[in-house]
């Protein structure tokens, strides 16, 4: 599907099961593939988008479009086991399902656990795992590999609010979006977070050259950059490099005075320790630094259009 | 020295530096000897503390016992360089020194770029970039390691109002602190945060047995624990295994179930990625979970004695 | 183009520079996209490869189809170097060029020292940087990246003699070779080999079913398994589990037993510690172990079918 | 124990397990405390030997002082399991222990299954899992550790007829040895070898000045290096850096050429990766470079001494 730079879509998407774990009783071995997971919406192909524009996505809105959500430890995938590339002898943990009921009311889902009777009711706080851009030099990714190009950094930071830059590759950009989160911790380290189908509000916008190397997302609050590679200090060597020379760039310092600066401010939430690539995220507070507005003041202008849409 | 489990203490340490970079023209590599950076106040003996038990230390109060404050990109140190770990053949960066004068009246101190005119105040927020314990086995570790014994893990939440649970490896746990940081990062991108002697009143106090296996932080709003290894993911599968099983006995869960609920809620800030080893914290906020009490309430019952201490 | 298995080829393979460096004049940064270089052969579809069967791969023959090779220390590239994953505000190491004549009387290409006068005569030992087939679920990958299903794995192992298998993961098997190193170190440490155009001779088989999960190499002497990932150790976990289980089966063990037997005897040359995954091999020698056969005694028939094939 | 530079000695070290496991049904997780584990015959005071200086010591023999030896899966510990530090929430390998006979006549130690009746003999191939000297800045550390000082490296090139360079941290160097092997294969994989005690005869030898950053090995064929670290990647880089600037002074080669030839003659054998650290060779075939000689001759002086011994 092709879209205008400026274009508002509402878009839905499936959750990262293909939507299969319907009750604790269905098992990611039995009813996942995981060659198949984590279904995208897209790609869209953006008009005049040419290799080194940096492509705009701003999160207008994530709305839970079921009224659960489902997790799942699914064998040898995940934080806290062993898996296809931390081999080990060891037999996999339990394959276990959790079902999450969404309270549209109190905004909250409900941690049932499995081995016991206890029920945790746990803010709604809806993100996507997966944006991203067509990968460089002709390559085919698997929506479930964070890296360069965005895709699956799995971090609550991609929220409604939040603005995506990203450097395009290919003609058209071929962005898609997906794997709505009801919720996750960061980390996500059981491999899934409260998957839930989504629906999604952005708007499109296109700036000319400027591409970002890496990921970068701006909010009301924050200056981001996401590194996703392993092992996880790449990831944040990449994202701090990157952080550096943005902040640079913003307030026309030299990069050893960036450098030691962002080294007394930065933040550093971890994404996600579990997937095909780990993700770090590392972020500036705008309200520790002086006023400085990047691509143009491109956040506020299109903070300004959401409001514009009216209500949802 | 010696002290009694209860007993509150006023202590003051040097930077990290050893007090000798006071001025943007002290080069750390004319001044500093790596070998005998870091120097730490104590070590204590506790009464009665054996191996097994569980030292608490709470602090009270970190004052900035100096007007300023130093930080320095020390040649082959740090996170965006290489180092004599993670070596290559590339020339170091410039050996540069800056000071942070501070405003006590504003609670500020000043980034003062080198090359440029920029000024920026920052905040103050005090912590402890060390504090630890002897190790086990009979070790005897640099203060510049963090590790299972506390020590140099260069976390932001190791600040006034925080609790410090850590494992007693020999007869008095020998604890020492030091390391105080005006400001510092996450992450601690170029090896040192603002560094500044400090006077630090923290209490101390011991439970018989119970001792974490890595250490444990307790503020009003958070349970944390801390890993320190080399790569950085192993520093988060040991943060958030200690994670996990703490709040499998916070609740009484299955560890499968504490798994799955610490994956939705958990919040990961990563502490340095300079030192040692690398430190990572993963935390779960007490507000989104149900009450629950740690170690027989003790980090409320030292809040309370701590406000007794009255004014500082 | 198309294969029938038990055919044999002979192929002609550019340089992974395509044959742009061809004086110490021509400098990587000039002459080389790092998007586009590492040309392959192929692909070739193969009759009757579906996904889960075993494509063999016989290297009968492999010669230096130029009378120089070149490598060079690219910008950011390489193992002794910052990169764009080993994120440093460094400068890069100086862009250089090595050419490397041929000596074909006496097997030799010649170091010749770009900052001295040394010149040093070096065997020729030809092998294949890149030898895959297409990967699963639908990816498309760089020819720089070595993965399960093969690629860039740069050993020194995949030399005259050897027989790969690769598992099959789509209709037809999509196999190519390339990357010919007249020698290379094992680590590949600066980044790049004698990188020289090759004539490659081969035979091509196919086995029903049993594809191994990671490209396994046979020889005359030894059984090996190549592991590619991030960190190198979850290389070396790939590898050396794929071993274990290989071992298991071809003396009928238990695994932990196979664990043990492979603990004494495994040799582990690392491949390349420079590429977008790390290589490392795993392989037991023939001689401490007793006789055994694997894919039926594949690698034995090959070598009699290449013998049969006469002088090329 | 005091020792002059020159002096051949003799020692007896104890098995890395203290000699309790003697039979499969002395399990690790019953007999073994991984706190005491590892026992070092040593350490010595090296008369003369200050910070700065290079230790030598030549390995003229090592003699199985038993006629069994000794390998465990020890509960997380090892390569193929989680450990304390790659922590999941997996059940660990059950305990096995394997015991080994040593046929002295054959130079053989006998694999026996222990699920089945498989028994494979092995070759004997004695090398010492451990050599160090004393930490520098005042460290202790466990002998479990391989690191600068050298320690816990277990690599199968520590053998008869290697000279070990170490640089000495403190006066008097106190160096120990210890954890010998009856053969190990690279990677350590399960965390044990055949362990086994061993009669050492070594001549320690000292020059002034020129110590080492990392330990070397040279024997008659090859110069060797050792990193020790984390991750993987890590380990290498020392070594190989260690190995770039050793060729470079060898040859008087400028290090850019002396990298880019070592990266076509290196040879990469792991060394462990299951210790505290993990240990990574890098090493260069004297045969493929000119004649070159180190520390002025020291290792061909050293292997006339050893045999001016005579038989041991």
């Known amino acids: 599907m092709h879209v205008e730079p400026g274009t508002a879509l509402r878009l839905w ?10 009750s604790v009783d269905d098992l990611s071995s039995a009813k996942v593939d995981l060659r198949f997971v984590n279904p995208q ?27 659960w959500g489902a997790s799942a430890a699914i064998p ?19 394959d276990t399902t959790w079902i999450y009921e969404l309270d549209r009311d109190h905004g909250t889902v409900t941690f049932a656990a499995r081995h016991s009777e206890h029920r945790i009711e746990l803010p709604v706080e809806p993100m996507l795992g997966t944006v991203g851009v067509a990968p460089a030099g002709g390559e085919v990714r698997s929506s479930l590999v964070p890296d360069r190009f965005g895709g699956n950094m799995d971090t609550p930071q991609m929220r409604a609010g939040s603005t995506v830059y990203l450097g395009v590759n290919v003609e058209g950009a071929m962005f898609s979006v997906g794997d709505g989160h009801y919720r996750q911790g960061e980390g996500e380290a059981c491999g899934t977070a409260v998957e839930g189908a989504m629906t999604t509000t952005l708007i499109v916008d296109l700036v000319k050259g400027g591409a970002p190397g890496w990921p970068r997302i701006e909010d009301d609050g ?75 003041g491109m956040h506020a202008d299109l903070r300004a259009r959401a409001r514009s849409l009216g209500p949802l």
Chains 1, 2, 3, 4 share one sequence.
């Open 13 to 22: 998407s499936d959750d990262a099961f293909g939507g299969v774990l319907r």
């Open 41 to 67: 919406t897209g790609p869209f192909c953006v008009e005049g988008a040419e290799p080194g524009d940096t492509l705009v996505l701003h999160l207008v809105a994530l709305e839970p479009a079921r009224d």
């Open 76 to 94: 040898f995938f995940g934080g806290m086991t062993s898996t296809d590339r931390v081999v080990t002898l060891q037999d996999p943990l339990p």
């Open 222 to 296: 924050h200056w981001m950059t996401v590194g996703s590679s392993r092992p996880m200090e790449d990831s944040w060597r990449i994202a701090n490099g990157e952080l550096v020379h943005w902040v640079a760039q913003l307030y026309d310092l030299h990069v050893m005075d960036a450098y030691q600066l962002c080294s007394q401010v930065a933040q550093v939430p971890v994404a996600n320790v579990v997937d095909a690539n780990y993700s770090v995220v590392t972020k500036v507070a705008k309200a520790v630094l002086p006023p400085a507005t990047a691509v143009n």
